[in-house]
Nanobody, 122 residues
Framework: VQLVQSGAELRNPGTSVKVSCKAS????????IDWVRQAPGQGLEWMGR????????KYAQKFQGRVTFTADTSASTAYVELSSVRSEDTAVYYC????????????????WGQGTQVTVSS
């Protein structure tokens, strides 16, 4: 199983950024994809998840309305888009997955993307 993310992004405040996570080595629709981020000097922060099978999503309250998760089953790729970015959104963004929902629910993931650095700066 591999999760391969898109490259680093630099954005001005107020714009949007979209990060991709291409899955391989398993049937894409079988595992939820979670998105977490880590800001400089901070711990991991859970953003939410998508079920690629039906597109169902769950968002952390903090990100509701500003983050969108999507999945393209034909490309085995999940996406996170963050709008109206600000300096506080500067972080490394990770996609993560696990075969067991119990692990997903407790943020214990077997599989991780390599991380995508998003920097917001004017």
């Amino acid at each position: 199983v591999q999760l391969v993310q898109s490259g680093a992004e630099l954005r001005n405040p107020g714009t949007s950024v979209k990060v991709s996570c291409k899955a391989s080595g398993y049937t894409f629709t079988k595992y939820y994809i979670d998105w977490v981020r880590q800001a400089p000097g901070q711990g991991l922060e859970w953003m939410g998840r998508i079920d690629p099978e039906d597109g169902g999503t769950k968002y952390a309250q903090k990100f509701q309305g500003r983050v969108t998760f999507t999945a393209d089953t034909s490309a085995s790729t999940a996406y996170v888009e963050l709008s109206s970015v600000r300096s506080e959104d500067t972080a490394v963004y990770y996609c993560a997955a696990d075969p067991l929902f119990a692990n997903i629910a407790s943020s214990r993931y077997t599989y991780w993307g390599q991380g995508t650095q998003v920097t917001v700066s004017s």
